[in-house]
């Protein structure tokens, strides 16, 4: 099992430089988490998450060898919002707040090959090439 901690926010940044995150739908997430904190009347300017995604690699063997071997995503924990707003009821000031503990748990998790890997052909590395996060749709899809 292998787990990594990744930060990333609505333009898609990422500390990882390795692969992509596209949040999809995240506005409205995160307008309902500021109205569960009473901040009705907010312009949201930044959104940022932190998560861990755990991963791990699979080897199926048979008795001849290895007749196929995977990277699967199995979780997103750890999940933290901070978000940066500007509070009408405050003239404007830009205020920040952070959301720790986010349950994603109704969320499905699917793992698939990367796009642009139309190869068919055995990979000989594997590493996470995107993460996508759908908010309204409740999915997340890893990309090897």
């Known amino acids: 099992m ?7 926010d609505n333009n ?12 999809y739908n ?3 997430f995160v307008e309902t988490l500021l109205e569960n904190k009473e901040k009705f009347d907010c312009q949201i300017d930044t959104i940022s998450f932190q998560f861990k995604v755990e991963w791990s690699f ?5 008795s001849w060898g290895v007749k196929n071997c995977d990277a699967v995503a199995d979780e997103i924990g750890d999940v933290t919002c901070f978000v940066t707003y500007y509070d009408k009821e405050n003239g404007d000031d830009e205020q920040e707040i952070e959301f720790t503990n986010i ?3 109704e969320f499905t998790v699917d793992t698939d090959r ?4 139309n190869s068919g052909n055995t990979k000989t590395h594997f ?5 996508d996060i759908d908010f309204e ?4 899809t890893a990309y090897f």
């Open 103 to 105: 349950d994603l748990s």
């Open 114 to 117: 990367h796009p642009t890997d």
């Open 58 to 62: 699979n080897l199926e063997m048979r």
């Open 127 to 131: 590493c996470l090439e995107s993460v």
């Open 12 to 23: 898609g940044y990422n500390t990882n430089n390795n692969f992509d995150v596209n949040l």
């Open 26 to 28: 995240e506005n409205k």
């Open 137 to 140: 749709d409740k999915t997340i």
């Open 2 to 8: 292998h787990s990594e901690k990744f930060i990333v």
